[in-house]
Every structure is written in C-alpha cells, then in structure tokens.
C-alpha cells in the first residue's frame, strides 16, 4: 500500500470515515454517570452505567446491545429498570457485564416484579448477564421473558486480559478496580482504523455511502484482496470491486481508536497502575473528579479519586483529552473548579517532567 499513513482526519477533504466511536455522557458531570457510545453508519450502541437513563430516548436505548455496569452503587445501576421497560417485549438481546456478584445483582432487580403475563408476550426479550471477578474468572447466565426471567444456562467462562467483548471492529476491555467494593473501569477501542480516501474513491468512480461499513469490515477481518465488494458510484449506481483493488487505490490504516472510562476508585496508591494501563493512549478518558485535591483525604476514605489524580493519571496514561465528571454534590455550584484542576493536572502532567501519578 503506497498511501501515505498519517492521520487522514488531519488533512480536510481527504478521510470520508469519520471517528467510528461517538462517545458523550449522558448527564451533566454532576449528575449521576453514565457514557453513550454511539457509532458512525450503525444503528448500535453500547452504555457505560446505568444510572439515570432518562435523557437517553427509547429509540437510541433499542440500539443498545451491550451494557457494562461498572459496579451497583445506586447511581450506577438505578437507570436497569427504564432499561429493562423499554425492551420488554421486543425480541432482542442485551448483554449486561458487571463485576463479581453482578449476576445476583440483576437476578435480584428482576425478582422485584410480577412476570405471569411475560411468557405470552409474542416476542423473547433475553437479558444475558456476566460478572467479571479479579482473578480473570467470570459467571454468566441467562434470563429469558419467555420464561419469566428465570435464571439459565448458568456458566463459568476465563476472561483473557479483561476482553470481555470481541468483534471485528471492535473489543470491550475490563480493569477491576478497588472501589471499597470491585469496580470494573473500562476501554472500548477499534482494533485499527481503515481511512478512506476520497481522492482514491473518485480515481475509481465511487462514492462514499454506508456500504464503507462493510469495506472496512473485510479490511479488519483480513480478508483477501479478491473478495468482492459493492461500492457506490455517483447517481445510485452501483459497482463490485476487488477488496484489493479498494485497498491499493483507496485505504490506509491507522492506530484505532480507543476511549477509557473509571468510575469510581479509590486513590492512585491503590488503582493507578491499573488505571494507567488501561487508558493508556486513548483518545479519550471519562474520568471521575469528585474531589478537589484539597480533600484528597475524603477522598480516600470515600473510596474516591479527586480532580488532580485523574489529570496526573490522564497525562501518565497519555492519552488525547480528558474528560472530568462525576462530581460530588458537596461542590455544587463549583463544578468549574473541579473541571479546571483536572485540566491544569493533566496539562502540566504532559508537559512536565513525568513523576510517578501516585499522589
Ligand atoms: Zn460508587
């Protein structure tokens, strides 16, 4: 491939697949937490927590296919049951990861209704849950309305490096951290990403379109250069290709792209190495700053970090932004203050001489 590889997004006019991941919270940073992630040309998406789910609309609730509940303190899990009441009977899976005891914690919320009219609905909602534990094992099982959310198909499964969802254009990895309680911090990334180049589509007479889902699709599956692909030409026409002739004349790769999210840990001396492998060179990390370092010890005994740590842990990590929220109530109306310590920590974090994060 003789594209050159520098970032695509970099030169205007030139990439035509935009970031894959569009990651936003879905309350105000002090409010309780929760991430969205959406993604480009796919009716999809994943949720990071499940605390108050109310901004998110049903139809974007539907999409959801997995949902990772980083541990079951209210503000993080409260959010199951509007959930649960949009997708009741509809026929879908969602998968929901938590970290150890989760199983019991889902079965519990569940056994909280009445469910005698939910084996005559026409459709079978399936709700599959897994609890991660420290040691890389994990439980699972599942709960069918067809069967009254019955528990089944009870597992025991090893998750390798905290992957717990693998695709082709995507991995979903898990670091349990130490909350007073086990708390999963997470990473979702894109083993690679394919540019398009839209010079490249033109010398070929194509046009871009959602059919360059399925393109890079086959590039990340590794697919042969002559596996067949169809493209769009201007007009609504239509035009199959050579993957290899697509791949020469009109892709490059580049590094994936990677967004982190740890809600809620007690201080770097316990987490930070943790923390820092994980969101190591992500884009983005959601981080939580509830604490000004002033109070660095509430924090501590809270089982929380404060604004300063996730800045120094964001710069060690080194990734491309930070993102503070989850802030505590006890700071209200100096949210400013708390987003803007986390800023300065992570900025002078880069910049300075890198020291160990573990203050
Ligand atoms: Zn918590």
Redesign the pocket.
């Known amino acids: 491939m003789d594209r050159p590889a520098a970032p695509a997004t970099l030169i205007p006019g030139q990439p035509t697949l935009k970031p894959l991941l569009h990651p936003r919270l879905i309350n105000t940073p002090d409010e309780d937490p929760g991430l969205l992630v959406e993604f480009l040309f796919e009716r999809r998406a994943l949720l990071f927590d499940l605390g108050d789910l109310a901004p998110v609309p049903p139809r974007t609730l539907l999409r959801v296919t997995h949902a990772f509940v980083t ?1 079951a ?1 209210m ?2 899990f409260a959010g199951f049951d509007r959930l649960l009441r949009v997708c009741l009977g509809r026929e879908k899976a969602l998968h929901l990861f938590g970290p150890e005891g989760f199983v019991d914690r889902v079965a519990g919320r569940l056994a909280g209704y009445t469910w005698n009219l939910a084996p005559g609905y026409a459709n079978d909602f399936v709700i599959a849950a897994t609890a991660l534990h420290a040691d890389g094992s994990a439980m699972s099982a599942e709960f069918h309305s067809r069967r009254a959310f019955a528990r089944e198909a009870e597992r025991e499964a090893r998750v390798e490096n905290g992957v717990l969802l693998r695709e082709d254009a995507l991995t979903v990895r898990a670091a349990v951290l130490d ?1 007073g309680t086990p ?1 999963l911090a997470l990473r979702v990334e894109e083993p690679a990403h394919v540019n398009v180049w839209k010079s490249g589509l033109e010398a070929l007479g194509l046009t871009t379109g959602p059919w360059l889902r399925d393109l890079k699709r086959a590039v990340l599956r590794g697919e042969p250069d002559d596996t067949p692909i169809r493209a769009a030409r201007p007009g609504d026409g239509e035009a199959v290709l050579p993957l290899g002739r697509l791949r020469a004349g009109a892709l490059s790769t580049t590094p994936g792209q990677a967004i982190a999210y740890v809600v ?1 840990a007690g201080p770097p001396s316990r987490n930070g190495g943790r923390i820092v492998d994980l969101a190591r060179g992500a884009e983005a990390l959601f981080i939580e700053a509830p604490f000004l370092d002033a109070d660095a010890e509430l924090a501590a005994q809270r089982n929380h970090l404060t604004a300063g740590q996730a800045g120094r842990l964001a710069a060690a990590a080194g990734v491309g932004r930070i993102v503070p929220f989850h802030f505590s109530p006890r700071y209200a109306g100096r949210e400013a203050e708390l987003a803007a310590e986390a800023e300065t920590a992570f900025r002078e974090g880069l910049v300075g001489p890198r020291g160990a994060p573990d203050r």
Do not use: F, N
């Open positions: 541990h303190h503000d993080h909350h708390c809620d």
